[in-house]
């Protein structure tokens, strides 16, 4: 059992995001979660982990979190020592590495999508405009148009199989095409929609 308890508030949306990534990582990896009342929305996730001395490690965020739920499955995080190829068999060790390298980059990518979507959505709602929210729009489509090009390329987002990459990244973007992306848009990442009904998450479309 596991157990997420709320921490300080950071905004309902970031928030919105980190328990997406948590309860996709849990319903793939079999991992029951109980959260205290409140913990969902308006607060950061935080997981008490137990140490072999007897302590605990507090994770906080969504992806701290999720990377953490995500070690226990080898297929959607493969173990870091595997990379040398343990059994001499050297090609898969260079394998292992590159899907390990691949899952962290977009895994770092994630982080960075769902900050900026926040800010985005954030300083639209505020009804703030001018160079700062065309930036952040910039830097959103140019992060979008990297998925599409990958996912036009393959199935997944790393390897050719379901990792941790596709979990971690699934709430941002879902987040974003329902909130910023118009129906043009979505017609030019038809592969990104794919994607998103493929991991269970379709886009609900809107004008």
């Avoid at 050297?90 to 899952?103: E, V």
Wanted: hydrophobic letters at 45%.
């Amino acid at each position: 059992m596991r157990v997420l308890t709320p921490k300080a508030t950071e905004g309902s949306l970031a928030a919105a995001c980190e328990l997406v990534q948590v309860q996709a990582v849990a319903a793939a990896t079999g991992t029951t979660l109980y959260a205290f009342a409140g913990g969902a929305l308006g607060t950061r996730l935080c997981l008490h982990v137990p140490l072999f001395d007897g302590t605990r490690l507090q994770l906080e965020g969504g992806g701290a979190i999720a990377r953490h739920l995500g070690a226990a499955s080898p297929r959607l995080y493969p173990d870091p020592h595997a990379r040398v190829g343990g059994g001499g068999d050297c090609r898969a060790g260079a394998t292992t590495a590159r899907l390990l390298g691949a899952i962290d980059q977009w895994a770092e990518a994630a982080t960075s999508l769902q900050s900026l979507s926040v800010r985005y959505l954030e300083s639209k709602g505020d009804g703030k405009s001018g160079e700062d929210v065309r930036s952040l729009r910039t830097q959103l489509e140019h992060m979008l148009t990297a998925v599409e090009a990958r996912l036009q390329s393959g199935t997944y987002l790393a390897g050719d199989f379901l990792t941790l990459a596709d979990l971690l990244m699934v709430a941002p973007v879902r987040l974003l095409m329902r909130e910023a992306v118009g129906p043009a848009e979505r017609a030019a990442l038809a592969q990104t929609m794919r994607w998103l009904n493929m991991l269970g998450t379709p886009v609900t479309l809107v004008a």
